[in-house]
């Protein structure tokens, strides 16, 4: 199967996951199926959504390093739990089997006939406070002035005392394993080098990323280039926000203001970057 192919397969799925709506919309009692619909954007207003939450990157980027803190907020009124986000990143990042940056969790309610399901994506949670910087005892994870939590891929041992660490279970680690193992070739799509941060990461032998901790950057390699993250500008349902946190006037700090936020498992005191939205 050739890079095309792949990515033609995956857009029928990302299209089937679009049609899960109808079935969301049937398992739940009419007034929240009514609710759900309502909440979700129009085409032209989640496009003109993703040119503001652009032209906001492009300008917290001129600003000096340490005076960005990127953020992130996830309306999960807006989520339907069609993964277009997690595989938008796998094929982003170009991720392996078994590593996966940004999961949908999902939670079955109630009983029958009333019933209904929940999603959560849950990408890393770019800790204030983050837990596996103080585990890893080489210093290859550690937290950027920005905020994000990052991996030197080159310094990293593979211990894997992070992963144990972080209480989001945000981490996976990459164990060289590749989709089309075990076949007469490897596909050229799975020899393609990965962008994370900047570089050009070639999975090889054993070189780095394989034997090494990985994890969601918010696409850092992309917001060096003034672009969003993938899973920003891929969300069918407009249900993902990204921007500096600092930035008073941008379209994050406005959907933060509309109340009923919270993070995930706030309590522990680590200061989740990632805010959601009820």
Known sequence: MDRREFMRQASIGLAVGAMSLGV????????????????????????????????????????????????????????????????????????????????????EMGS?????????????????????VKVCPVG??????????????????????????????????????????????LEPYELEPSPEYGKQWVRKGHRSPIGNARKCTFCLHRLNKGMLPTCVTTCLGGATFFGDLDDKESMVVEVMSRGNLWRLKDELGTGPQVYYLR
Not at 28 to 49: C, D, F, H, I, Y
Not at 112 to 132: D, G, I, T
Not at 156 to 185: E, S
Request: charged share 25%; net charge positive.
């Open 24 to 107: 969301i919309q049937h398992s739940l009692r009419p007034a929240e199926a009514g609710t759900l619909v309502k909440k979700w954007p129009l085409k032209s207003e989640w496009g003109n959504s993703i040119l503001r939450m652009q032209e906001e990157l492009r300008r917290a980027l001129k600003k000096p390093l340490e005076q960005r803190r990127w953020g992130m907020v996830i309306d999960l009124g807006r989520c339907v739990g069609c993964s277009a986000c997690t595989v938008a990143c796998k094929a982003e990042n170009h991720l392996p089997p078994g590593v996966v940056y940004r999961p949908v969790l999902e939670e």
């Open 112 to 132: 029958y006939p009333n019933v209904e399901r929940k999603f959560l994506p849950r990408p890393c949670m770019q800790c204030e406070k983050p837990p596996c």
């Open 140 to 185: 290859a994870t550690y937290k950027r002035p920005d905020g994000i939590v990052v991996i030197d891929y080159e310094k990293c041992i593979g211990c894997r005392y992070c992963l144990t660490a972080c209480p989001y279970g945000a981490r996976t680690f990459d164990f060289g394993f590749f989709y089309t193992k075990d076949t007469p070739r």
